[in-house]
């Protein structure tokens, strides 16, 4: 009797929730379709594909075992892809990665909601910016011709002659850390905020009974409570060390400065899909993933270990 009340009580509970459950089905078909399924395409990497065979192909094309993995390792672009890759993505996990733990803190320290929402929304908006507009913006800003920052300091006497940001290799990972931060700080800062709203207020208040300044609020209590939300977003930030710079070389990238933007992202597309060399790069893609999954195993061993916070 006990044991059917207890099922009525979650048919009727399931049924109270079926609109909930038909947004975790949608997501569930939705990586069933486009993440899980095509992970079967993986296989190309270790035969030599042709597009002309189709999707029959794909289980029919000759195994060639490890043969695009070595010609990828042995290509004379691979060490200058590793070091673009890497340099950016840690410039951008050195520099970046603090700013919206410190501007969600900043924030929250302000006084007046009206002002708070205002500097939170106006932070925030350039997130939605696609990398075209945002590449358009820094274009117009830093172009050596008609550049915003290269005729005001003309007329200020500052340099002689226009500095080719956009164009000199030398600048190129300073270019894509700045537009980096402008774009995501105010977004990245959202989660944190989220962290600190679920702050107790009664902690802030005894610590300041106890005459504990800001500061040392921030220090003892806003920054331990948050400690979990940072270890976790370090390591997907770390577990997307090879990746996620995709739309910004591609844009930012040029002739001029391709020693320097360059990343493996855009490599594989150019291969992939502008050489048709599809198991080259899917080779090359597979290889991405592979050192991905094992920084973010490594990422999550690690954090467990220090702070005790973990993804899994």
């Known amino acids: 009797m006990k044991m059917k009340m207890e099922k009525s009580q979650r048919m009727r509970t399931f049924k109270r929730q079926l609109p909930l459950h038909g947004f975790v089905f949608a997501g569930l078909i939705f990586l069933l379709l486009f993440s899980l399924i095509p992970m079967a395409g993986v296989i190309i990497a270790f035969e030599d594909y042709d597009i002309k065979a189709g999707l029959t192909g794909i289980f029919t094309s000759q195994f060639v075992g490890l043969k695009h993995f070595k010609a990828f390792l042995t290509d004379r672009k691979f060490p200058i892809l590793m070091r673009n890759t890497l340099c950016i993505s840690v410039l951008k996990l050195i520099f970046s990665f603090p700013l919206p733990i410190i501007f969600a803190i900043m924030i929250s320290e302000m006084g007046g909601k009206v002002y708070k929402r205002v500097v939170q929304t106006v932070s925030y908006l350039p997130h939605f910016f696609s990398w075209i507009i945002v590449s358009g913006i820094l274009f117009t800003f830093f172009s050596t011709n008609t550049g915003v920052v290269n005729e005001v300091l003309l007329k200020l006497g500052a340099i002689d002659k226009p500095i080719p940001i956009l164009m000199d290799p030398k600048y190129y990972y300073g270019l894509a850390v700045f537009s980096e931060i402008w774009k995501e700080t105010g977004w990245g800062a959202i989660i944190y905020l989220a962290a600190i709203a679920g702050i107790s207020p009664t902690l802030y208040e005894s610590a300041r009974i106890d005459g504990a300044g800001r500061m040392q609020c921030i220090r003892h209590i806003t920054l331990p409570s948050i400690k979990g939300t940072v270890a976790i977003l370090l ?16 844009l930012l990238g040029n002739t001029m400065n391709l020693s320097r933007s360059e990343i493996l992202e855009v490599f594989i597309y150019k291969i992939g899909l502008g050489q048709g060399r599809y198991s080259f790069a899917a080779a090359a893609g597979l290889f991405q993933s592979v050192i991905s999954f094992i920084l973010v195993l490594s990422a999550n061993a690690v954090s467990k270990k220090v702070s005790g916070s973990s993804l899994f």
């Open 235 to 250: 390591i997907l930030a770390i577990g997307g060390l090879f990746g996620s710079n995709f739309d910004q070389a591609m």
